[in-house]
């Protein structure tokens, strides 16, 4: 081989990046069919995200299935058309961090121009694995009460969950693995490295609970883009911008005067003062295009 040849081909070697799986967005699946229960091949499924105008088309196969992944999560507007048949629509479609979806489609014949609109349903059953595990969603994280306001707290409340006493990412283990063995994911980035270091591990992985838009954390049966780590596997994804502006303010209160007496505190309650201040702030830098 000539030299040169050998030192762009080492280069190359040398700049190459892993291949991350995309285990921060979600899929969407399913089947198209006719009245008579056939497949119905080159039908046009169309995805719209109202909030960030993201859109995406796809054609079903031969054998009438269709597949979309590394899909944002949100709100989806689901439309599915082709030639002869009534066209469906399907509005308000959660997709969750993580979540491959199926939603099948059955056509009614038609001989005009006709749409059936249908409002997705909340909760879905999950078809295509056998995981174990839950999404913590934004209203949960902003409402439910956090010791500290640390986000990492609420992963108690997925199955297979054991607390150590920590109540925070370095103490939560699941479906008896080590602390060891969790992998945390953050916006698709694997964070486990800063995870486990030792130096101020709580205060360098204290995400914002304003920050985060939804995280799923799966205890066992995962699927093969979850590995690296055979314990518990938490994906965490941050709030996007979209086409409207939008913000809060907060201060999260915490104070002695509503604290109660142990039998072991003298006869009055230990001072405690805890007010936690912050806000956030999200909009469009392009519309349909650029967010912050």
Not at 230 to 234: F, P
Not at 267 to 289: C, E, M, W, Y
């Given at each position: 081989m000539p030299k040169s040849i050998s030192r762009i081909s080492m280069c190359l070697i040398a700049l190459s990046l892993p291949l991350l799986a995309q285990v921060d967005r979600a899929s969407l699946n399913g089947t198209v069919t006719d009245p008579s229960g056939a497949a119905v091949p080159r039908a046009s499924i169309d995805v719209f995200l109202e909030s960030t105008g993201f859109k995406r088309t796809v054609l079903s196969s031969e054998a009438g299935t269709y597949v979309l992944t590394a899909l944002p999560i949100g709100r989806w507007r689901v439309t599915i058309q082709a030639s002869g048949f009534q066209s469906q629509q399907v509005d308000d479609l959660g997709l969750s961090v993580g979540e491959?979806?199926?939603l099948d489609f059955r056509f009614g014949v038609s001989a005009s121009a006709e749409t059936v609109q249908v409002t997705a349903v909340t909760v879905a059953l999950e078809q295509a694995t056998a995981e174990t595990g839950g999404v913590i969603d934004s209203q949960q994280v902003k409402e439910l009460?956090?010791?500290?306001?640390?986000?990492?707290?609420?992963?108690v409340l997925i199955p297979g969950a054991?607390?150590?006493?920590?109540?925070?990412?370095?103490?939560?283990?699941?479906?008896?693995h080590g602390l060891d063995d969790n992998k945390l994911v953050f916006d698709g980035m694997d964070a486990t490295g800063i995870l486990?270091?030792?130096?101020?591990?709580?205060?360098r992985l204290q995400i914002s609970s304003e920050a985060i838009a939804e995280f799923r954390v799966n205890s066992s049966l995962y699927s093969a883009e979850f590995g690296g780590a055979?314990?518990?596997?938490?994906d965490v994804v941050s709030k996007s911008g979209s086409n409207g502006f939008h913000g809060s303010?907060?201060?999260?209160?915490?104070n002695d005067k509503l604290n109660s007496r142990s039998p072991f505190d003298p006869?009055?309650?230990?001072?405690?003062?805890?007010?936690?201040?912050?806000?956030?702030?999200?909009?469009?830098?392009?519309?349909?295009?650029?967010?912050?």
């Open positions: 491959t979806r199926t009460p956090i010791n500290g306001r640390n986000w990492a707290g609420l992963m054991i607390n150590t006493g920590i109540g925070n990412q370095t103490g939560i283990r699941f479906a008896g486990r270091q030792s130096q101020k591990t709580d205060l055979g314990g518990g596997q938490a303010v907060f201060e999260f209160f915490r006869a009055t309650v230990p001072p405690f003062h805890l007010n936690q201040f912050g806000g956030s702030l999200g909009g469009p830098i392009a519309k349909d295009r650029t967010f912050f």
